[in-house]
């Protein structure tokens, strides 16, 4: 019985010292949200898109820059309930435009999971799989474009951000593609 409550208790302590490591975590946003408003293409075409490498699984990945190809990015990281359900929506979209050359990645920005567990967790969401994804695991996409949440979406083309949202909808993925595409 004392065994009992004493691993009660221990699981207690160790449930608020993770909640706590959450809130505090060095890439957790300390500002107030950002509203979720959709951005036009239009308002932000002039802003650059800073190259970002990150950790993939077998190479690093060299997002954003001035590539030619357009290129999807959103962030996420493991267990994200948002981040599933985003996951399944584009991964749906990357299948319709993969044939017209527009790469898409997930962006894990938590950047503490493994390549490997990131691979078995998104495969038992969406499969096949269209979708690039890799882990941030020195927060350079992070730090490159100032990501303060999760969910977060980059539409990246010859060296601009075309379009910039936090949780859009399918259709405006779709139209923001369709102008670029």
Same mark, same amino acid.
């Given at each position: 019985?004392?065994? !009992? *409550?004493?691993? @009660?208790?221990?699981?207690?302590?160790?449930?608020?010292?993770?909640?706590?490591?959450?809130?505090?975590?060095?890439?957790?946003?300390? @500002?107030?949200?950002?509203?979720?408003?959709?951005?036009?293409?239009? $308002?932000? @075409?002039?802003?650059?898109?800073? @190259?970002?490498?990150? /950790?993939?699984?077998?190479?690093?990945?060299?997002?954003?820059?001035?590539?030619?190809?357009?290129?999807?990015?959103?962030?996420?990281? *493991? #267990?994200?309930?948002?981040?599933? #359900?985003?996951?399944?929506?584009?991964?749906?979209?990357?299948?319709?435009?993969?044939?017209?050359? *527009?790469?898409?990645? #997930?962006? &894990?920005?938590? #950047?503490? &999971?493994?390549?490997?567990?990131? &691979?078995?967790?998104?495969?038992?969401?969406?499969?096949?799989?269209?979708?690039?994804? +890799?882990?941030?695991?020195?927060?350079?996409?992070?730090?490159?474009?100032?990501?303060?949440?999760?969910?977060?979406?980059?539409?990246?083309? !010859?060296? /601009?951000?075309?379009?910039?949202?936090?949780?859009?909808? +399918?259709?405006?993925?779709?139209?923001?593609? $369709?102008?670029? *595409?």
């Amino acid at each position: 019985m004392k065994y !009992k *409550v004493f691993f @009660s208790l221990l699981a207690s302590v160790l449930l608020i010292v993770g909640i706590l490591l959450v809130l505090h975590h060095p890439h957790s946003s300390t @500002s107030a949200p950002k509203p979720k408003t959709k951005t036009s293409s239009a $308002s932000i @075409s002039d802003v650059l898109a800073p @190259s970002a490498i990150v /950790k993939g699984a077998s190479q690093n990945i060299s997002i954003g820059g001035d590539s030619e190809q357009p290129e999807v990015v959103y962030t996420m990281t *493991v #267990g994200c309930a948002d981040c599933i #359900g985003m996951a399944k929506e584009l991964n749906s979209i990357a299948a319709e435009y993969e044939s017209k050359g *527009v790469k898409f990645y #997930g962006v &894990d920005i938590e #950047g503490t &999971d493994s390549v490997k567990v990131v &691979d078995y967790w998104i495969n038992a969401i969406t499969s096949p799989n269209h979708i690039t994804y +890799t882990v941030d695991a020195y927060s350079n996409f992070l730090q490159e474009y100032k990501v303060t949440q999760l969910s977060e979406l980059y539409i990246l083309y !010859k060296g /601009k951000i075309m379009y910039q949202a936090q949780s859009p909808s +399918t259709k405006d993925v779709q139209l923001a593609l $369709s102008r670029i *595409v």
